[in-house]
């Protein structure tokens, strides 16, 4: 217990984050094949997705698709979780449903409302991204959609093997960031143990250019987000408090084929 303290004490005054938070914006799938037009389901929850857990509340303020340079819309349905497997107390996610009409690279954006953490005195406001190719049409994945903080593709994010190495620039108010923290996790629904904390969150730094470099260990979806700053915001305590804005982007690598090593 007394450990626990001491760590816990210490992590506050280094200012670091044991504890990742994430908002997850997954889609059934990463690539659509086929002549006639398929739904997909998108997915958005606020989470420790290494953790599993626990699910946070939010709720989407803006969102929709980039698609062959048009925006499209999203529909969002809201539903409940509860905020701890077993808990009584429930938290939103939503999903929407999404008929891909066109061959297109289609990326989906979500911009959560405030979460105020109260463990690290701080608002929270990630803007989040996911990709998904349709009907063999790749032009388009490695372009800016405008948003105020985004983690811009260099590897292609979509058709990644495990094992890949995942490239991403990091963009703030449109400019790249330097030497910002990016954290990755997995996207754990299996209940895989870590062997030690840091573990669940993977960390890497942009270069002077805002690049960043993580090569996928396995198969699955694996989030990428860029630690920014969103400036000062009031609470509703009456008192002002920073605000971490933060770039995420989520990949979907597949397994080795069988019979390769
Ligand atoms: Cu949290």
Redesign the pocket.
Known sequence: MRRAILALTMTVALGGSA?A?FMVLKPSTDIVEGSNAKTIRVEARFT?PMEGG?N?PFKPVKSGIVVNGRKLPVHWQKHEIPAMPGSSKMVPYYTADVKLRMPGVYQFYLVPDYYF?PAEQKFIRQITKVEVEAYGMEEGWNKPIGLKAEIVPVTRPFGLWEGNTFVGRVYFNGKPAANVRVEVEYLNTQGIKVPADPFITQVVRTDKDGYFYYTIPWAGWWGFSAIGYGGKRRYKDGKVYPVELDAVMWVKAYPKPNGVK
């Open positions: 504890q938070h420790h626990p946070m953490e």
